[in-house]
């Protein structure tokens, strides 16, 4: 597979590109001290980042790095799974679809446990019904996803075996060298990326540079702090309901829900009715939700999650047992964001050990 | 595409009260509805309240009529409460997994049916009545609040005198006047004339009486996989999107109402799950 | 004609008594019938008795000045009914009438008191079943109270 050279100035032409022919480039920016995920005309330079539980702040590197940092409190979901959209409206006694045929989008800088992610809720909004919404803006979709030249301290990708090198299912793969003057590889696994790469040009790459490639993960793999036993967690954990550690946790837990808004697969949702003021009709959308919420569990007649440990409980197994039989994949990808954004800390590596560890 | 969550507009056909709170109601099918299995559910929407899942609660033979036995308790249902033919409104549907009523076949069929639990069961005795010679025995277990809550009593009744059916019924609590059984449901299991080993028992109602439902169904005799009960959670999109009915590893929409009793139990026996 | 004592034999509730017991309680017992609608025991009456039903269905009934009779249980054949005789001050906590002709064996309770004084494994025997009925209707008792198809489920 052929291999290219790019530099700061391709990639720039590169975003030039793709929004001359009208796609929505979305990508990192800077703002509200943290690294976000937006419309973007040209990526951020020389930016890092200091994470550990709790804790995020942005820091300056001083070199020339493009993908310096970790990941912010985006997702890629909020553009495939938007925080929230009509589904239909009611107009003089109709139902009106109101999915619309998307704008065709890039996302620019996908992480390898991002790319994951992305292919985990595939399976939640394309399997035994389809989605249309998601469907059609998937399938209007460029993934340009760059291999991680450094690992946060909550990053755990390599426990879960989604990264730090991205994985199947991006159009181009970019890795970052030399961040003081760098210089970027860049790989196709799709026809799409392939047109891009012959649409920017370059040189090919040479066979040490590829080598270079695989130091950098190997040294970003050995960054990662943070281990994480998946092996046998789904049955570890079913089996573990009435650990008392679950009280433990819930002592701390907020119920806030910031780890499911920051989650990349979380998918839950409630719907509401919005009843426009012109004109009478009424529209039926679709939230974003947390299972943190008292009446996520509501049922005519009560919350079955009424304590917070319940609730805890409940995304912890979901997340890392529940989906495994759900959709045949743990719905953690190693990310680490819901450690940085707990208000608290929560850490659910050290908490998954804790209730792992036989009484 | 076609898209999962739009309703199809269908037209009110019939509504009768059947207690104090519960009604029965029949909507035209949609064109391309096609057929529901026993157990089966549908999404009702009303514009400006939103949807509710309600089970089907009429006879899968009739292409012509799809019935839904409500009670009016949460914003949708007691807005359909209020509504008569010809009303409009959307439904999407049919959701989720029937009762296996293929493993009941040469078998007992014992239904258990607590309250409203009724409404998902009556269309396995429409089904299971009009072929008869596919069971041994089709019995059913009632219990409700008082007897005037026991729900299609006259066709419960019919079913009794002219279609063989064993039907025995218990209320929590009635009148001097009342002639029937005052107890609770699982005692019925020991009036009723049932072979356990021949069992196939489909359980619906308020989960502590599946609890003790399945628990007197065991002691009996009754094998743990051929008890089968139909789950309650909040379903509101019913393809598995939104997450509210989630129980283990389970959506309840998609995966069940209706499950094997051992595959759900250990999820049941843990408190706030 | 089966006897009184061949009938409790064949009763679940006294599987496992030895013969002596058996020949003991059936010296206590008698045929009786009850027609319907006859008061069988009234509440706070003495309670020197307990019956096997063998036929017919017994209402367990309490009244209200608010709501009259309400009926609380109904016993069937093969049920047993009363245990007031065991306690002190032995009497009927609740009424019991006949719904339909009632045909039951009575055992004389009062007689019994003093056998199973005299003989503790029987008194044991004894009290083991009627604990046995006693935590089956506190059982069934907290399911009715708990209102369980009030609440709304598959709305």
Known sequence: MLMQRWTPRDLQALIDGLRAEGVRVLGPRVGDAAILYDEIETLPIGCGDEQAPGHYRLTARHDQSRFGYNLGPSTWKQFLFPPEEAIFRVQDGEFISCREQPDKMAFFGVRACELAAISIQDRVFIGDFADPGYASRRENLLLIAVNCSQASGNCFCASTGDGPAVGVGADLILTELRPEDPYYLVEAQTEAGQLMMSAIGGPAAATGEIDARDEVLAATRLQMQREFATEGIAEALYSALDHPHWDVVAERCLACGNCTQVCPTCFCSSTREHVNPVGLGVTHMRRWESCFAADHSYLSGGVVRPSVKSRYRQWLTHKLAGWELQFGVSGCTGCGRCISWCPVGIDLTEEVAEIRRPL | ?273 | MRTVGDELRAHPFFAGLSEDCMQLIAGCGEHVVFRSGATIASEGSAANEFYVIERGRVALQLHTSATGALLIQTLDAGDILGWSWLFPPFRWSIEARAMQDVHAIRLDGKCLRGKCDTDPAMGYALMQRFSYIMSQRVEATRLQVLDVYGRANRS
């Open chain 2, 1 to 273: 595409m076609k898209d999962p969550l739009l309703p199809h507009l269908v037209e009110m056909q019939s509504w009768q009260q059947e207690s104090e709170l519960v009604f029965t109601f029949q909507v035209a099918p949609p064109e391309e509805y096609g057929s529901f299995r026993a157990g089966q559910f549908n999404m009702l929407y009303l514009p400006g309240m939103g949807e509710s899942a309600i089970s089907i609660s009429g006879d899968p033979a009739d292409r012509n009529h799809l019935t839904h036995t409500v009670r009016a308790v949460g914003n949708v249902t007691r807005a359909l409460h209020g509504l008569r033919p010809p009303a409009r409104i959307g439904l999407r549907g049919p959701f989720g997994r029937g009762w296996p009523l293929a493993a009941a076949e040469g078998r007992e069929l014992l239904l258990m049916a607590g309250g409203i639990g009724l409404a998902p069961l009556r269309p396995v005795l429409f089904q299971a009545l009009a072929a008869p010679e596919r069971y041994q025995r089709v019995t059913l277990l009632l219990g409700a609040r008082s007897p005037e809550e026991i729900l299609y009593s006259e066709q419960l009744l019919r079913w009794k005198s002219d279609a063989g059916l064993q039907f025995l019924a218990t209320v929590d609590v009635a009148s001097a006047a009342w002639r029937g059984d005052v107890g609770v449901i699982t005692d019925l299991v020991q009036r009723a004339a049932i072979n356990p080993q021949q069992t196939v028992a489909m359980v619906c109602g308020p989960e502590i009486m599946l609890r003790f439902c399945a628990r007197r169904l065991r002691e009996l005799g009754v094998a743990s996989d051929a008890i089968h009960v139909s789950l309650e959670r909040h379903m509101q999109c019913g393809t598995g999107f939104c997450g509210h009915c989630q129980l283990g590893p389970y959506f309840l929409c998609k995966d069940g109402p209706v499950f094997a009793y051992p595959a759900v139990e250990p999820y049941l026996m843990t408190q706030e799950f």
